[in-house]
């Protein structure tokens, strides 16, 4: 999964400029507002919003926004209905994406995903078409010099991590979802502060591309996460170091 975590930490340093037009507050707040409505306004007890709480603290989002995005969650303050929605899909060349959306209308996200799609030489999949590729994982980045590979497998082992990998500039540690809390907890411990820390999909097998296929990749995924209804958009392309290094530029 060697591209898989250096790209998202490239894309959550990109989301300070996503901040100041509103897009990742919104995105984070329709996750809380959604989880609460699914499992209840206490964080302690569902642990989808305790995730999501915990991403919107990671992006500095304001405590009272927090607080809004819950009530409007459980519908002690007026908010629209929402749906959680995984779109599937084949990007270029054979890479699988998934697509995670919270949206209130399903008649405008759908035609919208679809037609992104279509534009960068993808096309959408049938329910189940891809997702037998990816798993829930806990996922996060650390920066590699803040601590040595042996400690930090050491400590995310003991915390219910299943594993860490090396990336050169950066650490992955994946653990089960329902690890994240005692994962963070130990992080937090040892004084480690991640680059990024989410409960995401990780795929199982991944595709190593060409420059050019892997370019397109990269314009899919970011039209895709372009637009507001979008939470995610995941694939298993590993992308070429020259372009990693040419997108962290």
Do not use: C
Request: glycine share 10%.
């Amino acid at each position: 999964m060697a591209g898989h975590s250096h790209w998202a930490r490239i894309k959550r340093k990109k989301s300070a400029v996503d901040v100041k037009r509103g897009k990742v507050f919104s995105t984070l707040s329709k996750a809380i507002m959604a989880a609460a409505r699914q499992g209840g306004g206490d964080p302690s007890g569902n642990l989808s919003l305790r995730y999501a709480i915990d991403a919107a603290r990671a992006e500095n989002m304001p405590r009272h926004t927090i607080e809004r995005a819950v009530l409007k969650g459980t519908g002690s303050l007026e908010g629209p209905p929402l749906a959680a929605l995984t779109f599937e899909g084949y990007g270029p060349g054979g890479t699988a994406v998934l697509v995670q959306v919270i949206t209130d209308n399903t008649t405008r996200t759908s035609p919208e995903i679809r037609g992104i799609f279509e534009r960068f030489g993808g096309k959408m999949g049938a329910p189940g078409s891809v997702a037998w590729n990816f798993e829930k994982k806990a996922l996060f980045t650390l920066p590699s010099g803040a601590i040595g590979e042996d400690r930090l497998l050491e400590l995310a082992l003991a915390a219910g991590a299943d594993d860490v990998v090396n990336e050169g500039a950066s650490y992955a540690v994946t653990g089960p979802p329902d690890a994240f809390g005692r994962i963070a907890e130990a992080l937090e411990t040892a004084a480690l502060a991640p680059e990024s820390r989410d409960v995401t999909f990780v795929p199982k097998a991944r595709i190593m591309l060409e420059p050019e296929p892997a370019r397109r990749v990269v314009r899919l995924v970011e039209a895709l996460e372009e637009l507001d209804d979008v939470q995610a958009a995941i694939t298993n392309a590993d992308l070429p170091a020259d372009l990693l290094a040419e997108l962290e530029a």
